[in-house]
Nanobody
Framework: QVQFVESGGGLAQPGGSLRLSCAAS????????MAWYRQGPGKQRELVASIFGGGSTNYADSVKGRFTISRDNAKNTVYLQMNRLKPEDTAVYYC?????????WGQGTQVTVSS
């Protein structure tokens, strides 16, 4: 059974930092494509960043240079380091995994950027 446990969300001030973690189980993590999506108030869910099994990454233009996605295959965990946060980064952030042609989602963690 595939499971994701997300952590690290919360409240941050503009310009601040947060790190999200997603611990995965139930599949071969090391070869899975992992990603973070987000859904802001009144908005559609959007891709924030992805990381492939080989380690290559992609980012949404809105977060390039501020966010970094990484993975630790020994811990079956994917991270999203978020720096220089802006109010428009406020959203529910979802961990995503794709393995064996199936999509899997975490429960989401709230990130609020406000002074």
């Amino acid at each position: 059974q595939v499971q994701f446990v997300e952590s690290g969300g919360g409240l941050a001030q503009p310009g601040g930092s947060l790190r999200l973690s997603c611990a995965a189980s139930g599949f071969t993590f090391s070869i899975a494509t992992m990603a973070w999506y987000r859904q802001g108030p009144g908005k559609q869910r959007e891709l924030v960043a992805s990381i492939f099994g080989g380690g290559s990454t992609n980012y949404a233009d809105s977060v390039k240079g501020r966010f970094t996605i990484s993975r630790d295959n020994a811990k079956n965990t994917v991270y999203l380091q978020m720096n220089r946060l802006k109010p428009e980064d406020t959203a529910v952030y979802y961990c995503y995994g794709r393995w064996a042609l199936k999509d899997y989602w975490g429960q989401g963690t709230q990130v609020t950027v406000s002074s």
